[in-house]
């Protein structure tokens, strides 16, 4: 069992059955469990569902490239798919933020 800050969590990707939780300044964690499961707990927190296979931190979201698609790329570096028909449900949440 891991114990996490949900502040940590930069973002989430869905891998099968499991889901590869990215983290501040910590190496990244492969749980047992859907992404739907974690969206449910997390969203009230701040997470946006971006794409099917992405979970991400609103807080942590430093811009968005329209290369592919849409891309997120996170303060840390890393990256996240924008699904096109989500952009806009994005735009509103980061206004919420």
Not at 57 to 79: A, C, Q, V
């Amino acid at each position: 069992m891991h114990i996490i800050k949900v502040t940590d969590i930069v973002r989430c990707e869905a891998d099968r059955n499991y889901t590869k939780f990215v983290l501040l300044n910590q190496k990244p964690l492969l749980v047992s469990g859907s992404l739907k499961e974690y969206d449910d707990m997390l969203s009230p927190f701040g997470f946006f569902r971006s794409h099917h296979s992405h979970l991400v931190n609103l807080t942590y979201i430093e811009r968005l490239e329209k290369k592919d698609g849409g891309r997120l790329i996170m303060k840390d570096g890393s990256e996240a798919i924008l699904a096109i028909r989500k952009k806009d449900e994005l735009i509103e949440a980061l206004h919420r933020v």
